[in-house]
């Protein structure tokens, strides 16, 4: 007589439907049955009375496991928290879907990340790259342990998003074209000077083909077989190449899964399509380029065979004119493509060229991530080791998180000799003022920031904005750097 | 070249019976690097200073040991493992007795072409592909053979363009194709000034047969340098073996199985255990075209279980004990006790119960069922304050 167990996930951020895969095991661990779950369903499993192992796995990679004891007559309802694999509601689809680390030890609080920037890049096809502000983003959830926020891309422009600081080297996260993209900016984990400070997680909220890319990207392809499977996510990926025309950023997710997968039969004349009909999207080319590959092989005689190859290698070519691959997996494709070409004919300049170009990206790109980020001064500019500090043109940066007390002070929002003061860890009130060259005068000290101030008190920077206050009218400095942040800094100076 | 398995050496493959190929490489002495037996200071140009190794042989007889010593549990039964080593200038303790101290690009070379032949005997066949030793990489990855600099004036001549080579081997018939290197990323100073022309194993072919099953690991980020204990085993190349000996399983039907994506998703977290510093940071990437079975395992794999108090506070008054989930009819399961301070037990998976008795004192005693899963699970006891 079997007994119904019934599985519900708890989340409360913006990824409510990345699929979860619900296993259950018996006592010695053998697989009894599993279900893709989302934050929008329960799941029912039909269980002879014994015990059981739940284990509920997030395209991240992060699981949550729990004892079922099933006994006759008596059904079993359980709850997964998964809202617990992320310190804060509002970064919650971060840690839902993309594959990043467990939260470490780092605050943007500190002294690392002070007066950290970030600026967006656009271009139009044809066009120079431009920078414009990114000011007052959606969804912003801000904490010392990172910043999440949407935006609005645009369609028919590439767009990146850039952050940089004094101890924070350049780096550039592509952006999916005309989505609501999900960013999150959080100190990474590892020690200084062999990982970069940042971490930069970019998701758009089409959760169900994003999860698809994480599960590619773990090397969980099984898994990623079965969601297509069960899930119906091949006639998804199917489907978005169909309607590229509307989703080129689904269309192309959908042909790299198509593509890994092997199931090239599925992707039809698709991928040509949206290679040429988005002209200024890289994967298209990419993700054409390695189809024709495939088709070559197949191809009924020499001289069908020839012409595929040479549309594979225009494609790639195609693909690096129009700039780095908004996917990572891309970048490696188009690498891999231009050394297939280049091993075959070193005199072909043209490939060779293209390879160097791609060359600079691979070296630059962490292929960790989902999307392509990488370290440089510039979208057209890999570097392995980037500029540090702010850029000549320093009108439209927006800070991130903390902001300098001098830029307060330009904005008025802080005026020079000022009194602030904190409690220290015995309870304490201690008083500091703010300098005219936006340091902190403190026990005989001048700190660059409240962050600083607060390690020299406590040892760490956690609470640095919260805790330390304007000492007329109490305001935490936490209000004045929230009033300031996500602004274009040409519009905060008085 | 030294086919170490099987004994009396490598037999034409029986293309009727898939079978594991490896090539295991491991060179620590590089002749005309610093430390060498003939030093080119000249080629530094090319490459910037870059000496000898003690762990590259050690990693890679670790690894080739690992191999044998579970040839039958592969998914296809061990057919061939050839093993080259080179060792630095006096470190006799580096390399087996009698084994050849060579590993010239020229060796691999033949050594690869031998073995590629016997991955090309069926299409079930699994090739395993091992590298430890001296690499950078600028837009591919490169490695650097014993006699990397013979030719001065071309010193990449003697260097494998890996990246290159990988696409190369995809046409091979053998389906499961894997790579395992532990070798540094960095881009030295040099490199940022030259074109660099090394020389792969294998060309590939425009539009070539792919194999389904290819399996990339690298033991470091791309920039990043791969690290070792001196004189000991290189600590990816640790992290290898233990997830191919079980911490990367996962159960399939009734069985422990390690797959190509299991190792893909937890090798960073097994290497992890290996070096648990935290200011430790190496990640193995990995790419996974489609995930394969490797190795079945005959027995539960080893996890490691720690069990603690939350609060923290309640551990030092609490007798802790853990003991394995069993059904009627097993053996009693061995009962693990700690006394006023946290389990860190090495268990095998499965489900367990773990208990936290204060007697009467301070928090009340509490019963907890925990699941053990490979490689870590961490599991802390709620205790209620009385």
Redo the contacts between chains.
């Keep these: 007589m079997s007994e119904l167990l019934v599985v519900k996930l708890v989340m409360y951020g913006q990824a409510l439907s990345a699929p979860v895969n619900v296993e259950i095991f018996d006592l010695r661990l053998n697989y009894v049955a599993s279900q893709w779950l989302t934050g929008y369903q329960e799941g029912s499993f039909s269980l002879e009375p014994g015990t059981y192992a739940l284990r509920a796995a997030l395209p991240s990679g992060r699981a949550f496991e729990k004892v079922i004891n099933i006994e006759p007559g008596v059904p079993v309802s359980v709850s997964i928290p998964v809202h617990e694999a992320s310190p804060h509601e509002g970064h919650e689809w971060a840690y839902v879907s993309r594959d990043i680390a467990a939260l470490g030890d780092g605050l943007l609080s500190e002294d690392t990340f002070g007066g950290m920037w970030a600026r967006l890049w656009s271009r139009t096809p044809g066009a120079p790259w431009m920078v414009e502000p990114l000011e007052n983003p959606g969804d912003l959830s801000d904490d010392e342990d990172g910043v999440s926020f949407s935006l609005n891309t645009r369609a028919g422009a590439q767009m990146m998003l850039q952050v940089g600081g004094d101890n924070v080297p350049w780096k550039l996260a592509v952006l999916p074209p005309d989505k609501t993209t999900m960013i999150l900016i959080r100190p990474a984990t590892g020690p200084a000077g062999r990982v970069h400070p940042v971490e930069l997680v970019v998701s758009s909220q089409d959760w169900q083909l994003e999860s698809l890319l994480s599960l590619l990207g773990r090397g969980k392809t099984d898994k990623a077989e079965d969601l297509l499977d069960k899930n119906g996510l091949a006639q998804e990926a199917e489907q978005r190449l169909f309607s590229k025309v509307t989703d080129p950023y689904g269309a192309m997710i959908g042909g790299y899964a198509l593509l890994h997968l092997q199931a090239l039969e599925r992707m039809h004349h698709w991928a040509a399509n949206l290679a040429n009909w988005f002209d200024w999207i890289p994967d298209g080319a990419v993700i054409h380029g390695w189809q024709q590959f495939e088709l070559a092989r197949e191809a009924p005689d020499d001289a069908s065979r020839e012409q595929l190859i040479g549309e594979a290698r225009t494609s790639f070519l195609e693909a690096q004119q129009r700039g780095v691959p908004i996917i990572a997996e891309g970048v490696r494709r188009l690498r891999d493509g231009l050394l297939m070409f280049h091993s075959n004919d070193k005199s072909d300049q043209e490939v060779k060229d293209a390879l160097a170009r791609v060359g600079g990206y691979t070296a630059a790109v962490d292929f960790t991530a989902s999307t392509t980020v990488f370290t440089g001064a510039h979208p057209d500019e890999p570097l392995t080791e980037p500029p540090l500090g702010m850029p000549d043109d320093d009108e439209l940066i927006s800070y991130v998180y903390d902001v300098p007390l001098a830029d307060a002070i330009d904005s008025g929002a802080l005026e020079p000799g000022a009194d602030v003061s904190v409690n220290d860890l015995d309870g304490n009130t201690r008083a500091g003022t703010i300098n005219a060259d936006g340091t902190l005068a403190f026990d005989g000290n001048d700190y660059d920031s409240v962050g600083a101030a607060q390690k020299a008190i406590t040892g760490r920077s956690r609470g640095a904005l919260y805790d330390w206050k304007l000492t007329e009218g109490s305001m935490p400095m936490a209000d004045i750097a929230r009033a300031l942040r996500f602004q274009p800094r040409s519009a905060t100076k008085r | 070249m030294a086919i170490i398995f099987p004994a009396g050496g490598a037999p034409d493959p029986d293309p009727a019976v898939p079978a594991t190929h490896a090539l295991i490489i491991g060179i620590g002495g590089y002749r005309h690097l610093d430390g060498g037996s003939h030093p080119k200071p000249e080629i530094r140009t090319s490459i910037g200073v870059l000496g000898q190794l003690t762990t590259a042989p050690r990693s890679a007889r670790a690894f080739a040991d690992f191999v044998v010593a579970n040839a039958a549990r592969w998914q296809a039964p061990l057919g061939s493992v050839d093993l080259i080593l080179s060792a630095k200038p006096g470190d006799t303790a580096a390399l087996p007795n009698g084994h050849p101290n060579s590993a010239t690009f020229d060796v691999i070379e033949e050594a690869y072409s031998n073995w590629r032949a016997r991955c090309d005997s069926h299409k079930d066949n699994i090739a395993l592909l091992y590298f430890c030793g001296h690499g950078v990489?600028?837009?591919?990855q490169i490695l650097l053979t014993e006699d990397f600099g013979r030719s001065t004036n071309n010193p990449w001549r003697h260097a494998i363009?890996l990246?290159?080579s990988v696409?190369?081997f995809r046409r091979c018939n053998a389906n499961t194709q894997c790579f395992f290197i532990d070798a540094c990323r960095e881009?030295t100073s040099p490199l940022k000034n030259h074109d660099i022309d090394a020389s792969?194993l294998e060309?590939?072919?425009?539009?070539?047969?792919?194999s389904?099953f290819t399996?990339q690991m690298k033991s470091t980020?791309?920039?990043?340098t791969a690290l070792g204990p001196p004189n000991g085993v290189a600590y990816a190349t640790q992290a290898l073996i233990r997830a191919l000996g079980g911490d990367a399983a996962a159960?399939?039907?009734?069985k422990w199985v390690v797959?190509?994506?299991?190792?893909?998703?937890k090798i960073t977290d097994i290497l992890g255990l290996v070096k648990d510093d935290e200011?430790?940071?190496q990640?193995c990437?990995?790419?996974?075209?489609?995930?394969t079975p490797l190795l079945t395992l005959d027995h539960v794999p080893t996890v490691r279980l720690d069990i603690d108090c939350d609060p923290d506070t309640a551990t030092p008054g609490a007798q802790l004990t853990c003991f394995k989930?069993v059904?009627p009819g097993d053996p009693s399961p061995q009962v693990h006790a700690g006394d006023k301070q946290a389990l860190s037990l090495n268990v095998e998976?499965?489900?367990y119960i773990a208990a936290a008795e204060f007697g009467g004192q301070s928090f009340a005693d509490v019963t907890e069922?925990?699941?053990a899963?490979p490689p870590m699970?961490v599991h802390d006891l709620t205790c209620e304050p009385l």
């Design positions: 990489e600028k837009e591919q363009a990246d290159t696409l190369g881009i792969p060309v590939p072919k425009l539009a070539q047969r792919e389904e399996f980020a791309a920039k990043e159960v399939k039907g009734n797959r190509t994506g299991g190792i893909a998703d200011e430790f940071r990640r990437p990995c790419h996974v075209t489609k995930s989930s059904l998976a499965g489900m069922q925990v699941i899963w699970t």
